[in-house]
């Protein structure tokens, strides 16, 4: 089929003329983006493995032979460093765990039975997106204090896991949704109870929305400093993000390339989730519940 | 557990006469299964903000929890203390100015990722690595290359576009700290506007461009008639988000500047925070908070007016 008079363009091109602007707009687009959101991973990356002293004085773009050293890493040795890791990794999966227990109850109890007040429950959740760390962590600190759970990891656990919620049931609900009643009923007829149904049926069929759900826990716990900041004051409990930052204010030698070599240690888990979960992440954007 | 055979675990159980209470037994289970999301949201939010009104109404040192009834006082004090409105003022300047640089990254992004061919899923891992990198480690890498000491941004800054003087640190400038932080964050969070209309993107069917195709439409056309109706909606309902979210934040502003040169980069977030810890003055960093809860009510409102949660349950049942 030829077309001897194509729709007319922009700015009077022809079609295909205005096809070949747009295909080098997109490939120049791409470029750009995927140049400025790489750099900062590259800098980081390449500072780490370059000696402290030349990061101080000079601007390096590349570790050259001359300057490459693996010495910044004996900064992950360092008992302080050692235990804001330990801790961030403990809250993490804490956090993990509870997410995905509770959502995924909340999710089948929302998609399955019938209760008053349903949609209102929806509602509410909905307004978990508007919580602020900075609003509730300043009450919150004195409310942890009374109770004792100030400085706990157990405390930021807790505040961290209702903040992830609205996400997480909102995934549960929808993905479960979609699992067919049917498969249940098989089981029920085989004499199977609600319980056992929910945990031999459902939960093996949602796996994807488990791992969905747990990836955007822990990049939510990964990233916490507000919290953490107020809710663990104490130095020797405290997770990465707020230990790292008191630890520039006091520390005698702490050289930035020290610092760049442990930022790539705690951006290595996100960056490998990124490259090797996209399907799971991709799922857990589909359903619009973030 | 009784279940381990695979027999019905009913007979065998304490006898619960369902059909002579008041309720169902399904209500109860239903409410059971959401009770644990019900306490935490409890404990979180309805118990934190119940307790900054009260503790708003009086007057508390941070370390020396003694509490002397103050009244509206702290209210007073807030409206007439200069750093309030002016943290108010600096807080909506950062909000706007990051809600919308965010706002246009962001739909380019999508724009881009949308109707990309080759390299989708190199430029999908770029930006969900943006979206799992922890702020304090974008805030670590920002204030190494903006360090006046070997820091690559700031040289550049200073030697090709003499942007600033060769010692000074931007980020310590009051010209540049606000600007910075603006664009810093937008490395962050301009994907949260990207995965959001990337999603309504791939939700318009073709057919709707080959039809406007047919009909002699050029891609201006097709996309101001097009693409930008379908997502009116959702970029309301970001811009809203991005808003609250960025008048709310606290992190990437406490770790690159603590608020200063000076007030320069004091927002609301961060006055009630020196508020607790430098003055010592908890009842008033209370009722700053409370301060801000009201604006995110405000915006709660305004959320449920755009995007109505109803109807979206009503699609799922």
Redesign the interface.
Same mark, same amino acid.
């Given at each position: 089929m030829s077309q001897s008079e194509p729709? %007319? %363009?922009?700015f009077g091109l022809s $079609?295909d003329g @205005?096809t070949r602007v =747009?295909e080098a707009l997109?490939l120049i687009?791409?470029a750009i983006?995927?140049l400025? %959101?790489?750099w900062? =991973?590259y800098? *980081?990356t390449q +500072?780490a493995f370059t000696e402290y002293e030349a990061? @101080?004085?000079?601007?390096?773009?590349f570790p050259t032979p001359d300057i490459f050293t693996l010495g910044n890493f004996t900064v992950l040795t360092q008992p302080e460093m050692y235990t804001y890791m330990f801790n961030t990794v403990v809250v993490a999966i804490g956090t993990i765990v509870t997410v995905v227990?509770?959502?995924l109850?909340?999710g $089948?109890?929302?998609a399955r039975? @019938?209760?008053?007040q349903? @949609?209102n !429950?929806? #509602?509410?959740?909905?307004?978990? $997106?508007?919580?602020?760390?900075?609003?509730?962590g &300043?009450?919150?600190? /004195? &409310?942890w204090?009374n109770i004792g759970l100030l400085g706990t990891r157990f405390g930021l656990i807790?505040?961290l896991?209702? =903040?992830s *919620?609205p996400f997480a049931?909102w995934l549960m609900?929808?993905y479960i949704?979609t699992i067919p009643e049917a498969h249940e009923e098989a089981a029920w007829v085989?004499?199977?109870? #609600?319980? #056992?149904g929910f945990r031999d049926v459902i939960i093996p069929q949602c796996r994807p929305a488990i791992i969905a759900a747990a990836l955007f826990a822990f990049?939510l716990a990964?990233?916490d400093?507000?919290f953490a900041?107020?809710l663990l004051p104490q130095t020797d409990t405290t997770t990465?993000?707020p230990g790292? +930052?008191r630890a520039m204010g006091q520390a005698q030698f702490l050289p930035?390339a020290y610092?760049?070599a442990i930022?790539l240690a705690?951006?290595l888990p996100?960056?490998l989730?990124? $490259?090797f979960m /996209?399907s799971y992440?991709?799922k857990g !954007?589909?359903v #619009?519940a973030? | 557990m009784a279940s381990e055979t695979g027999e019905s675990i009913r007979p065998g159980r304490a006898y619960i006469p369902w059909d002579d209470l008041p309720v169902k037994r399904e209500t109860v289970a239903g409410i059971g299964t959401v009770l644990p999301v019900i306490v935490l949201y409890v404990l979180i939010a309805v118990l934190p903000i119940a307790f900054a009104f009260w503790a708003s109404l009086h007057e508390i040192h941070t370390l020396n929890p003694e509490w002397q009834w103050a009244g509206l006082a702290n209210y007073r004090e807030v409206l007439n203390i200069s750093t309030f409105w002016g943290s108010l003022w600096r807080g909506i300047v950062y909000m706007v100015g990051s809600t919308l640089l965010q706002l246009g990254v962001g739909l380019w992004m999508a724009l881009v990722l949308n109707r990309i061919t080759r390299g989708q899923k190199l430029l999908t891992a770029v930006v969900f690595t943006a979206y799992l990198i922890p702020t304090i480690i974008v805030s670590l890498v920002a204030l190494r290359v903006f360090d006046p000491l070997g820091g690559v941004f700031q040289m550049m800054g200073a030697e090709w576009f003499g942007l600033w003087g060769a010692q000074t640190a931007p980020l310590g400038s009051r010209d540049w700290a606000m600007r910075l932080l603006i664009l810093i964050g937008t490395w962050k969070f301009a994907v949260f506007v990207t995965i959001f209309t990337l999603a309504q993107l791939r939700a318009i069917p073709d057919r709707f461009y080959e039809a406007a195709k047919v009909c002699g439409a050029n891609r201006w056309q097709m996309f101001r008639d097009i693409t930008l109706p379908r997502l009116m909606g959702i970029v309301l309902v970001v811009v809203l988000l991005r808003s609250v979210f960025m008048f709310n934040k606290f992190d990437i502003i406490w770790q690159l500047t603590e608020g200063g040169p000076g007030n320069a980069t004091t927002t609301l977030p961060v006055l009630a925070y020196k508020t607790v810890y430098t003055d010592q003055a908890y009842g008033l960093a209370n009722a700053i908070s409370v301060v801000m809860f009201l604006f995110l009510l405000a915006s709660a409102i305004i959320y449920f007016k755009l995007f109505n949660p109803s109807e979206e349950v009503e699609t799922t049942t």
């Open positions: 729709p %007319g %363009g922009v $079609y @205005e =747009i997109k687009s791409t983006i995927v400025v %959101g790489a900062p =991973i800098w *980081m +500072l990061v @101080e004085d000079s601007v390096t773009a227990l509770v959502s109850l909340a $089948y109890g929302l039975l @019938e209760f008053p349903k @949609e !429950f929806a #509602r509410i959740l909905l307004v978990g $997106y508007l919580f602020s760390p900075i609003v509730i &300043i009450p919150l600190y /004195q &409310i204090q807790i505040a896991s209702a =903040i *919620m049931v609900w929808k949704m085989d004499g199977a109870s #609600r319980w #056992r990049a990964w990233n400093f507000t900041q107020i990465f993000a790292i +930052l930035d610092l760049m930022s705690m951006t996100p960056l989730f990124a $490259y /996209q992440l991709l !954007f589909q #619009r973030l | -």
